[in-house]
């Protein structure tokens, strides 16, 4: 068997727009408007991940404009879950070995964060925001460990690692998506970011190579 000249390529593997990265959309918050809604969830964003000598808090690295923008897309939508009914949450809890919903992560984030707000209001009479850092870790410890009812459809503890999850992929994702900035999460972690070709580095194994981390935006 011998090697021939390659002629072309298949049409159908051709880059499209679909598969290019979508950076954050331009015009400011689209569906995280509400500003109270938006004074919540920065406080639970920056106790998640609070500004210390390593880097600046969630909100300062832009954790909340990658929220909203990942919930004003197809994340938002649900695209890549099943939310057809029928539903038995408690037979499908224990088959997924987590909670199951029909609510897309958008629908999530619009009932729990009142909820979170309602919680702070009914128990310490002050908005969610307003609270020390000491009593929104007692909530956020609470709703942890499945201790905190929300009220209503909102499952407390499956709503605090949805925000966790969210928080950790904002202080982490390529900057292109709106968080990360100044990559402060990879400066941190010391990765290096996007990069095309890590032959040279390869045999380098555990050596600090001192690469500044690159992002997919070309000016970063």
């Known amino acids: 068997m011998s090697a021939k000249e390659l002629k072309g390529f298949p049409r159908d593997t051709a880059l499209t727009q679909d598969s290019l990265p979508q950076g954050i959309r331009p015009g400011g918050a689209q569906v995280i408007t509400d500003e109270t809604d938006r004074k919540t969830l920065a406080a639970v964003f920056d106790r998640l991940i609070p500004a210390d000598e390593y880097g600046p808090s969630a909100t300062q690295a832009g954790c909340l404009e990658f ?51 309602a919680y702070a209001q009914k128990t310490d009479g002050k908005a969610f925001a307003d609270l020390s850092a000491e009593r929104i870790d007692e909530i956020l410890t609470g709703l942890e460990a499945g201790k905190i009812d929300l009220g209503g459809d909102v499952d407390g ?32 972690i010391g990765f290096p ?21 690159v992002s997919l935006i070309p000016e970063d």
Request: zero cysteines.
């Open 67 to 117: 929220l909203d923008n990942q919930l004003a897309g197809d994340y938002g939508d649900g695209k890549v879950l099943y939310l057809d009914k029928p539903l038995h949450p408690k037979n499908e809890e224990a088959i997924m070995k987590a909670p199951q919903f029909l609510a897309t992560p958008r629908e999530r984030y619009a009932t729990g964060v009142k909820a979170l707000e």
């Open 157 to 188: 503890q499956a709503f605090f690692e949805l925000m966790l999850q969210n928080a950790r992929e904002g202080y982490l994702a390529d900057p292109l998506y709106g968080g990360n900035k100044g990559m402060a999460g990879w400066k941190m």
């Open 193 to 213: 970011g996007a990069r095309y070709d890590y032959r040279p580095y390869i045999d380098r194994r555990g050596e600090d190579l001192g690469l500044i981390p």
